[in-house]
């Protein structure tokens, strides 16, 4: 079982950046794959991005890479989702997830088993 918690959420002008937090209790966290999402209201859960394991690598969606980055500290069990140039659309609930397979893919909210019960992001213009 793994339990995550996002925090950092919040209200942000339009231009601003917030970085997003999510702690994850349980064993193996070093071994999981971390993805962020976002759902907007009346919209589907939508990915943003991943990082593996290590922390070596990340992956991001062409609508996502350059305003986003995801990192991570495995000794503290933590995973950030830095957000850049927000923007009134980016208002959503953000959930990190925890992947503990490595087939299969990145995207969609199916490939994840944990997720965290989501952090509001309210940009305003």
């Known amino acids: 079982q793994v339990q995550l918690v996002e925090s950092g959420g919040g209200l942000v002008q339009t231009g601003g950046s917030l970085t997003l937090s999510c702690a994850a209790a349980?064993?193996?966290?070093?071994?999981?794959?971390m993805g962020w999402f976002h759902q907007a209201p009346g919209e589907e859960r939508e990915f943003l991005g991943a990082?593996?394991?290590?922390?070596?690598?990340?992956y991001y969606t062409d609508s996502a890479k350059g305003r986003i980055s995801i990192s991570r500290d495995n000794t503290k069990n933590m995973v950030y989702l830095q957000m850049n140039s927000l923007r009134p659309e980016d208002t959503a609930i953000y959930y990190c997830?925890?992947?503990?397979?490595?087939?299969?893919?990145?995207?969609?909210?199916?490939?994840?088993?944990?997720w965290g019960q989501g952090t509001q992001v309210t940009v305003w213009s």
């Open positions: 997830a925890a992947k503990t397979t490595l087939a299969g893919g990145l995207e969609t909210p199916d490939e994840y088993e944990y």
């Open positions: 349980g064993r193996s966290f070093s071994s999981y794959t």
């Open positions: 990082i593996d394991g290590s922390g070596g690598v990340t």
